[in-house]
C-alpha cells in the first residue's frame, strides 16, 4: 500500500482509533476529529464496552480481576474494573458516557483483592497505582493520595518498582513506564503538582540513561522490548516507551532527545512492505471481545502509533 493508501485503511477503522488518525495523521479540523471521538460512546468497541459496565459502577465483579479469576486459565484476565476503565480513558470516552457517579459507585462497592483496600486509595503495586491515578483524575476522584504516593516511593535511582514492597530497591523498566504515562495523564487533566512533576522527570530519565532498551549493568537489550502487542496493557516495548515521550515532548514543550534515536530505527525497521506493522506479540488472557487482529496480520492500531511516532520524531528533530 502507499502511504495514502495506509491512511485511508486507519480511517476506515472503529471510531475509538478513527479519531486518533484524523486528528495525529490527517491534521482534520478540530470539528470532524471531535464527532469522531463523540462516536465512540454510541457505537463500535466504546459502546459494547460501556454496556458491559454493571449497576454497581464495576466490570466484571472485580477491581483488578474478575470475580471468576482462575489460576488456570491462561494469561491475566482483562476484563476487570480498571482495565475497563483504562480502555474507555485512552479511546477518549468522556467520562459523563459511564454510569451516572461511577466515581462514588466505585468508591463504594470497589475494593482491591490486596488485603480489601478501597478502590480510590490505590494499593501497593506501582502499576495499579498508576492506572488508577489517571482513571480517577478522568472520573474527577478524589487521588490525592496516590499523588503524594508516587513522590514518596520513587526509588534512589530514579524510578518505581512493583516489588518494592518485597525489598527491591532498584527500578523496573515496566514499573517506571506506566508511573511516567499515567502522572503525564493526570497532569494533562487536572495540572498535576510541582512535586509529581519533578518525579515524572526523574522516572522519564532512568529510562533514557537506558537507551529505552538496555540495560544500564551490562548494556544487554531488554526481552522482548522490540515485540510490539496492541492492546499494550501494562507492557514494556518501545514503541509504547516512544508514544510516552512523543506526549510528553508535546506536554513539557521540549524538543525529542537523541538518546531516543536507536528505539525509532528500531519502530521504523519494523514496518512491513506493505506499509503497516503487523502484530507480533498480542497479550495473552481473557478479554470482552477482540480490539485488533490476531498474531501475523497488519494491526490498524499498532500502524498508527509507529506513524504517530516516526511523524513526530521527523518533525520535531
Known sequence: ????????WLRESDPSLRWKVERDLLDAPPATWEATRALVA?????ARLLALQDEDGLWAGGAYFPA?????EPGQPWTATTW????????GVDATALRPGTAAL???????EYEDLPYWGGEVDVCINAFTLANGAWLGADVDGIRNWFVEHRLAD????????EGSTRSSFASTLN?????????RRTGGTPELRAARHAGEEYILERRVRHRLSTDEVLPSVDRFGYPFRWRYTALRVLDHFRAASEADGTPPDPRLAEAVEVVRNARDADGTWHQQDPPVGR???PVDVPAGLPSPWLTFFALRVLRWWSTAT
Not at 471468576?68 to 488456570?72: H, K, L, N, Q
Request: negative net charge.
Open 158 to 165: 530514579g524510578g518505581w518498582n512493583c516489588e518494592w514492597v
Open 84 to 91: 475497563s476503565l483504562n480502555t474507555l480513558r485512552e479511546w
Open 42 to 46: 454510541r457505537e463500535g468497541y466504546g
Open 179 to 187: 508511573a511516567v504515562i499515567h502522572i503525564l495523564d493526570d497532569e
Open 1 to 8: 500500500m502507499t502511504d495514502d493508501e495506509v491512511l485511508a
Open 106 to 112: 466505585l468508591d463504594r462497592n470497589a475494593r482491591w
Open 68 to 72: 471468576d479469576a482462575s489460576r488456570e
Open 287 to 289: 478479554e470482552w471481545f
